[in-house]
């Protein structure tokens, strides 16, 4: 069982940053054999996957949305994976979420119902 605590997030202005933090804490199965995702939702809109991580971290994706200003990684040493959220606008307000599945990390945006393992969201609000 992988259990993953996030923890960052808060209020910043607009074109500010943020480092969101994924920690995984297993009794069973690797965390650094998961790849590992970050999804957002905004209240009444659908949940969108910002980026993913592949379990070596050498395969990285990101939604068009957030390409040139987010950044995903990974440290398996800490089994950890990070968000950075630079020059933040008004939309990327959301509850953001990770998570780590068995999937491979390009298909992380593509897969309904994805079965994994979910942090408990934290909030992200950009103010204008």
């Known amino acids: 069982q992988v259990q993953l605590v996030q923890s960052g997030g808060g209020l910043v202005q607009a074109g500010g940053s943020l480092r969101l933090s994924c920690a995984a804490s297993d009794s069973g199965p690797t965390f650094h054999s998961y790849a590992v995702g970050w999804s957002r939702q905004a209240p009444g809109k659908e949940r969108e996957y910002t980026a993913a991580v592949s379990w070596s971290g050498g395969s990285k994706y990101y939604a068009d949305s957030v390409k040139g200003r987010f950044t995903i990684s990974r440290d398996n040493t800490k089994n950890t994976v990070y968000l950075q959220m630079n020059s933040l606008k008004p939309e990327d307000t959301a509850v953001y979420y990770c998570?780590?599945?068995?999937?491979?990390?390009?298909?992380?945006?593509?897969?309904?119902?994805?079965?994994?393992?979910w942090g408990q969201g934290t909030q992200v609000t950009v103010s204008s």
């Open positions: 998570v780590a599945t068995g999937n491979p990390a390009y298909a992380i945006a593509t897969t309904t119902e994805l079965r994994g393992y």
